[in-house]
């Protein structure tokens, strides 16, 4: 009989401290030399993501890294693949019930595929359980033995530590959980201060950015000669252009507003900060072009891109905060932005961002903006 103590022990000590991934790698080897013959662990949960369904993770030390990676994303709509329907996954998700089955002569054409590639690396038995959550949710532990298979005590033995790993596992969900939604909604940076404790209605510091505003040009005409569903979708297509466009130059998106959009480009402070900042900001404003004319988006937009120092940080009522950054270089970039459509121009930049960038520039017009005292100078990058 196996003595379940030290793996408890292991499990609830060291062994939940460094994510699911660690806890799968070490508890796999454990479990085969306590005497299990175990060829294959996984455990996975649902998380809450806007493209990802599920997570696993995977210790199988000899499966090829493309067969079995070491985490496995799922993304939305898995229940209609057939990697799914049908497997033994699906029966204990629906049944909420243990499911084993030996892997041995008796598989048939019924028996999902899974179970027969399984056998034809050498498995011999196939054991799931579900994790039951305290949210009503749950998670699933997966065991694969080879040799001789899985025998009583075995059996007894995961049962035991499928429990013991279930509270484990939601911990670990809920911080995924948190992550996933901070990130998908405040952007990767802002999400990160979040959930590092920046929560406190103004909690604020100054920071030196590259701003950039965008919004849709005839948005208003758009919503009201076209369905509702269609302009919604238009939108979608326009914030994903911006969203990769934007990733794909360290920046990140604050704000979604209506038809606009506000992304951050951060500076170091230093003057080789302020100047990455500000070519980035502009890269990706040449890239969210690149990007639209490729995907043939049916709307035309502008940018506006300003360099100054914002508030970023926590604003709002007692019960009630968010995330954002305020001043008057925002409002000058927004600013910028709506004398695109009057000088027929995709992108204009301020005076202040052109001096910082260091970068040929094209002298557009010298425009009164509301909120300063002086007319600004306006630029186009030279190459647009």
Known sequence: MHDAV?????????????????????LGPRLRDAGVPLMRLRMGMRTTHPLIAAVSYIWDPHGTDSEN????????????????????????????????????DSLGPDDHLVLHELRERGASDWYGRPMAFATGSFGMVIFVADGPGFSDDDIALLDTLSDVLAPVVEAHRHDHLATAIATSYLGPRTGRRVLEG????????????AILFSDIRGWTALNATRPAGEALEIANRYFEVISD????????????????????????????????????????????????????????????????????????ARARIDFTVLGQAVNTAARVEACCTRL???????????????????????????GL????????????
């Not at 460094?18 to 806890?23: D, I, N, Q, V």
């Not at 002086?374 to 647009?384: G, H, I, R, T, V």
């Open 198 to 209: 920046q929560i406190t209605r103004g909690d604020i510091e100054t920071i030196e950015a």
């Open 245 to 316: 466009a934007v990733d794909s130059h360290d920046g990140e998106i604050l704000k979604f507003m209506g038809d606009g959009v506000l992304a951050l480009f951060p500076s170091d402070g230093s003057e080789d900060g302020r100047q990455n900042a500000c070519r980035q900001a502009i890269a990706a404003a040449h890239a969210a072009k690149g990007i639209a004319a490729l995907a043939e988006l049916p709307v035309a937009f502008g940018i506006g891109i300003h360099f100054g120092s914002v508030l970023y940080g926590n604003v709002g």
């Open 6 to 26: 030290p793996l408890i022990h292991w499990i609830l000590t060291d062994g939940r401290m460094h994510g699911l991934k660690a806890l799968t790698d070490g």
């Open 344 to 370: 027929n121009e995709d992108v204009l930049v301020s005076q202040t961002l052109a001096d910082q960038s260091g970068l040929n520039m094209r002298h557009v017009s010298t425009e009164p903006l509301k």
């Open 69 to 104: 990676p070491d985490q496995l994303r799922t993304g939305h709509g898995m229940e209609t693949r057939t990697t799914y329907v049908g497997s033994p996954m699906e029966i204990i998700s629906n049944t909420q019930a243990p499911y084993r089955r030996r892997l041995d």
């Open 373 to 384: 005292v002086e007319p600004m100078a306006l630029f186009a990058p030279a190459n647009s």
